[in-house]
């Protein structure tokens, strides 16, 4: 019984040690699957992400600071074939050093074949399930998931994303699921990767908000330049000009370099068109390119932004504009040496508008409505007072007194007219200026028949003026009766007559017996 015992426990070792034998043969036994984790982030300079991944979570922190999780990016994933004719009878994987590229393609776009950094081509056919079909994409998080797939080597191709505002998708990269650890002594599942994005920016503002016609209008355009020119043959900043607005030439193009330096890009780098001016409703272009030697003065400056001001003037055509506004936007495109051009998101809307001013003529006790009224307008109470009061030239512009061409031929006062009815209005004055609501006076040139001229000028303010109400200052004038004279041959002429003539003969007969007394003095002496 004592033997048996003992051979019983004998049995139990073994098989203990066996199994103890066999924990570490399980711990690194190849698993059947693994997950991919893409957290896509954009960025305005991605040559600032150097960190290189090692498939960890916590690459996390070798995120760049000002990168944003970028959501709606698709990425197609594609299985690899593997070389299983390679010496250690593990398989060749792909070498990545230097990136890969992907060599063939079907009828559909899907990539059939890569090559390595070696130069050795590698099969690629579909991935499970909708992975190469669909794909994956990143939500709000910028996070995009594969779930579990069957353990191998997958191709992840990022799809156009340029529509999100980036410069061009991330490269194509292999990956291994899951994951061998960089010790070399187990596994990374799920596999981490941070693709990044460029995403390039442009702005467009003016110099001021509200204008006048004729008033000059600099529109100031900011255009991040792609970190990489080396495979870019051209960068273009286009602007299509509201018809309201006349393109009169370019007034500075200046860069800002990595190092946050700006300088004055000499005008033998860029194109502009067009080039015949002025021209009304232009569209507008700045090219850096191979035959201005741009690009290569972009690269060799290491410029990062442009900033363009274009000059224009403000047309008569802005008055017949919905809200009395122009409004356009700017555009910027760059072309890579493969004839591919990439367009950035078109910048904020940007615009200016000009004001009406509405003048309601009325009788000053019964509020009736009053025609016939001629009103002229000035900056100033002194200028209104002196008759210096603003005019147009004959293609509509606004013109001050202190214009060179106030006086010109073929100019005249800006007139507001009520002779077939009771309010009447311009459109073209700046509601706006230096921020503040704009001021006028307007002055009454002619009365209605029967009314007295006003005495004084009168303001008007466009504190009130919105662009719910088109930028409008309303303003009634009150017009009073003037003195009624009596008619020629009236009742009232002939009394005053008679009251006359008996005061006239009163003054004779007064002056006849003052003479008289004074002749009788006389005598008696």
């Known amino acids: 019984m004592k033997i048996a015992h003992i051979k019983l ?59 944003v999780p970028l959501p709606g990016v698709t990425f197609k994933v594609y299985a690899v074939t593997i070389d299983s004719g390679a010496e250690n009878g593990q398989g060749l994987y792909p070498d990545t050093t230097d990136g890969i590229r992907i060599t063939a393609t079907d009828a559909s776009g899907n990539p059939t074949q890569i090559t390595d950094s070696n130069n050795k081509t590698f099969s690629v056919t579909s991935a499970p399930g909708t992975l190469s079909s669909t794909g994956i994409t990143t939500g709000t998080d910028g996070i995009a998931r594969t779930g579990e797939i069957a353990q191998g080597i997958y191709l ?24 061998t650890k960089s010790d070399g002594t187990g596994w990374i599942d799920p596999v981490n990767v941070y693709p990044k994005n460029e995403m390039l920016t442009i702005t467009k503002t003016a110099d001021k908000p509200s204008v006048s016609i004729g008033d000059p209008v600099a ?23 509201d018809s309201a607005l006349t393109f009169t030439g370019i007034g500075s193009v200046t860069a800002t370099t990595t190092a946050g330096t700006s300088i004055t890009v000499p005008s033998s780098y860029y194109t502009v068109s067009p080039t015949t001016l002025p021209a009304a409703g232009a569209l507008v272009t700045v090219t ?28 008569e055509g802005i008055a017949s504009k919905t809200d009395s506004t122009a409004e356009n936007t700017a555009h910027a495109s760059f072309t890579n040496n493969n004839d591919v051009t990439t367009d950035l998101n078109p910048s904020n809307p940007s615009y200016v508008h000009t004001g009406t001013l509405k003048i309601t003529k009325v009788d000053s006790v019964t509020g009736d409505a009053v025609n016939g009224a001629v009103f002229k307008i000035a900056r100033t109470e002194t200028e209104a007072r002196a008759g210096s009061f603003l005019r147009v030239d004959a293609d509509g512009n606004v013109l001050t007194p202190d214009a060179a061409d106030y006086k010109a031929t073929g100019t005249e006062d800006i007139t507001f007219d009520t002779a077939t009815g009771n309010t009447s209005s311009y459109t073209g004055l700046a509601d706006l200026i230096s921020g503040s609501a704009a001021t006028y006076w307007i002055t009454e040139t002619k009365a209605p028949a029967g009314y007295n001229l006003l005495v004084n000028p009168v303001q008007v303010s466009f504190s009130a003026a919105t662009k719910a109400n088109n930028w409008t200052a309303e303003v009634t004038v009150k017009d009073s009766k003037g003195f009624i004279l009596p008619l020629t041959g009236a009742a009232g002429v002939a009394v005053f007559t008679i009251v006359g003539i008996v005061l006239v003969g ?20």
Request: charged content about 15%; glycine content about 8%; aromatic content about 4%.
């Open 9 to 67: 426990a004998g049995v139990l070792f073994i098989i203990i040690a066996l199994a103890a034998m066999m924990i570490p043969i399980a711990a690194t036994a190849d698993p059947l699957t693994g997950e991919l984790i893409i957290h896509k982030y954009s960025m305005t300079d991605v040559s600032g992400a150097t960190s290189p991944g090692t498939g960890n979570a916590t690459d996390e922190n070798n995120v760049p600071a000002g990168a």
């Open 156 to 179: 992840v191709v990022e799809q156009d994303s340029t529509n999100l505002g980036v410069t061009a998708p991330s490269a194509p990269f292999v990956v291994a699921l899951p994951m």
């Open 219 to 241: 529109w100031t355009i900011g255009a991040a330049v792609p970190s990489d020119l080396s495979e870019i043959k051209s960068y273009t900043i286009t602007d299509q000009l």
């Open 288 to 315: 850096f390119d191979g035959s201005n030697g741009g690009i290569e003065w972009l690269k060799t400056n290491n410029v990062r932004s442009l900033k363009v001001v274009i000059n224009t003037v403000v047309n």
């Open 506 to 525: 009163c003054a004779v007969m007064l002056t006849v017996n003052v003479k008289k007394k004074k002749a009788e003095v006389q005598a008696s002496k």
